[in-house]
């Protein structure tokens, strides 16, 4: 919610030491406490790191003054009570949230500070997302061995079973590979003998629709090299912008949904262009699997994805199966564009179970 002070600076109510001439300021309730975050209008929105720092100074004074002490951050720290926390003294608050946000705009350090902190609470250190970040901070900040111990450590709490299967949400029942051989399962080998036959019909329409759209958008995890080559991924669905923009594409998600068992979460079109590397990271869940369709890969010894260790590339009208629950990276090293199909599917041997997306 945010509300705009008067052009005196006050409102009805705000104590003395919660507000500035010509401010703006939003309100979020965390735990049974009020904390209001400021921001100066027209002034520069302070970096986590720095953010972190003050946090520290504000918990000493809170000590001393903790009834007049106040948290201060950026308009975009968001605070969520089911993973926020409070410290004696000054009123403090970090949450998963706010790590999420700092990794997101390459505030490494203050989100290694942000999940270190909270991983001193037992219930963080147990929790595969808040660690799965911290890890994956340490590994793009190339402090290697701290990241080595910090996920060596998360494996002998039982927090994963696998030192490269690191996903925010780890289901431990389910047994897979970083390339799951498909023989094993019946649908999978069903879908990829699917996906090969449709793309055979697909293809040339497929790269078509994908060089005429003016709509990909740029990707927005964050998890892009900065300063490298344009990712882009544009969601597709069966409504909307789908219809509009890749007919192709719609009928060959469509033919793949009528002609098998397999169950399509979500499905979307990603072109990464030279120069761009795709930093080392775990996928959400290991409830799921990736299936890539090459659509448009013109230099295939230039571009490669590496999964726990091992590399493998695209090629056009083929299927690269890959569990991204496993670390797993990009590198571009070609001069043309590469674009392939990502669909996602639930696990199989999940696909009789019933269950919404959310818990995925």
Known sequence: VKDYLSEDGRQPGMSSNLFCNRAR?????????????????GGCLAPFSSLCSRQNDRKAEGRRHASSSSLTASKHLRCHPQRSFETSGASRSFSIQDAEHAMK??????????????????????????????????IWLNRKEMAEKTIADAVSRGVWKHAMQRPLRFFPELDSAP????????????????????GEQLLEEMQTDVFLCKGHTEAAEGLQDPGGGKWTYTKVNTTGFFDANFPSV???LLGLQKQTKLRIVAAGVSTIHPGCNIR??????NRCWDMHFGISVPEPSSCFLNVAGEARGWREGDVLLFDDSYEHSVVHRGKLPRTILDIIIVHPTLHDRSFSLSEI
Do not use: Y
């Not at 999940?115 to 901070?137: G, K, R, V």
């Not at 080392?280 to 869940?285: A, K, L, N, V, Y």
């Open 25 to 41: 300021f939003t309100r979020a309730w965390v735990g049974c406490f009020n904390v209001k975050v400021w921001e100066k209008a």
């Open 105 to 138: 705009i390459n505030d490494l350090e203050a989100c290694v500070k942000i999940l270190s902190e909270l991983s001193s609470q037992h219930q963080f250190a147990m929790d595969p997302h808040a660690q799965s970040m911290l890890c994956t901070s340490l």
């Open 179 to 198: 390339f799951p051989d498909p023989s094993k399962f019946p649908e999978v080998q069903e879908g990829l003998h699917v996906m090969r036959s449709l």
């Open 250 to 252: 719609r009928r060959f």
């Open 280 to 285: 080392p990271h775990c996928g959400p869940s």
